[in-house]
């Protein structure tokens, strides 16, 4: 009888210690389904990306204006990706790339490939382009005259007073008649390089933000797209001649050299060159703007 009671009491313990350890392997998560697949844990977890990539954020450098409208749709669309893109805005053409060497910025995306390259002979500077954008196809505007046939003697245009700007603000007058560079110099032109110039016009080198304020007192003057916009000028209603739309001067995304092929960096275009955004600049800006892509 006693080896009897002594087994009934070691089963009653042995039970007992195996229900023990269910219940603690089952408030560990140890625990497995039916189909040997580990039970979701009862702690809280961050919600999967719809389009299942890692999430990320970005720092843009962006111009006022135009661009920065721009690039809030482009921002929305990569919301859907899990990209987080915060943009700084600025009003000139040298931060942006002086902000981006320096590391404060992740890209920045408001010039061509012609001002970078002199940017960066200039100041040193290492950023190279990642992706074309938009066409901003630049005009002359003038609050005195029609056309440009009606210049005088004389009279006084303004343009752009950085290098390449300048220089595409020359080409433009030249492809009007009003001027003829020297051979060759194409890019890289200057007033200095003015050869021909039958009506002896005069030429004002102001900066680029500047020259919608000071058009008043200019017969007329090259104004770059962006500041044109941002001043309540329309390049397709008010500029009194334009850049053909398949100018050669399109706008690109830049970053630091060596961190082009970042991943993160291909969903970023991917984000700009997209439908949303191709659609937003047809539909607001017409002609004034050409997607580049």
């Known amino acids: 009888m006693a080896r009897k009671s002594l087994l009934v009491l070691m089963a009653v313990v042995f039970t ?8 603690s392997n089952e408030q560990s998560g140890d625990n497995a389904s039916a189909t040997g697949s ?11 990306s719809p389009s299942g990539s890692e999430p990320a954020k970005l720092k843009i450098g962006v111009m006022a204006g135009a661009e920065e409208e721009i690039w809030k749709v482009a921002k929305e669309v990569a919301k859907k990706d ?57 005009g002359v505007y003038s609050k005195k005259i029609k056309n440009l046939s009606e210049l005088k003697d004389g009279d006084t245009l303004g343009l752009p ?31 200095r390089d003015i050869v021909e110039n039958p009506k002896n016009l005069k030429f004002k080198e102001l900066d680029a933000a500047f020259i919608p304020k000071a058009l008043g007192d200019l017969a007329a003057a090259v104004i770059n797209t962006n500041f044109a916009i941002e001043n309540g000028l ?33 969903r970023l275009v991917q984000a700009f060159q997209s439908e949303e ?14 997607p580049a892509w």
């Not at 580990?38 to 999967?48: D, I, T």
């Not at 902000?99 to 190279?128: C, M, R, S």
């Not at 500029?239 to 960096?265: H, L, M």
């Open 161 to 191: 007073n950085d290098p390449t700007n300048g220089a595409r603000a020359l080409i433009l007058f030249q492809s009007a008649g009003l001027i003829k560079l020297k051979e060759g110099v194409g890019i890289k032109a200057t007033v």
């Open 82 to 138: 899990n990209l987080e893109l915060e943009l700084v805005v600025f009003n000139d053409y040298v931060q942006p790339n002086k902000v981006l060497e320096d590391g404060q910025l992740d890209a920045n995306a408001f010039q061509h490939v012609p001002y970078l390259d002199e940017f960066n002979k200039n100041n040193g500077t290492h950023i190279v382009k990642l992706a074309d954008t938009i066409n901003y196809p630049i």
């Open 277 to 290: 955004v191709k659609k937003f600049v047809t539909e607001k800006y017409g002609d004034s703007m050409v």
């Open 234 to 266: 329309s390049p397709s209603k008010d500029a009194i001649y334009r850049e053909p739309k398949d100018s050669p001067w399109v706008n690109i995304i830049a970053v630091r050299e060596g961190e082009q092929n970042k991943p993160v960096f291909k």
């Open 38 to 48: 580990p039970a979701a844990s009862s702690a809280p977890s961050a919600s999967p």
């Open 16 to 23: 007992l210690f195996m229900a023990a350890c269910g219940k």
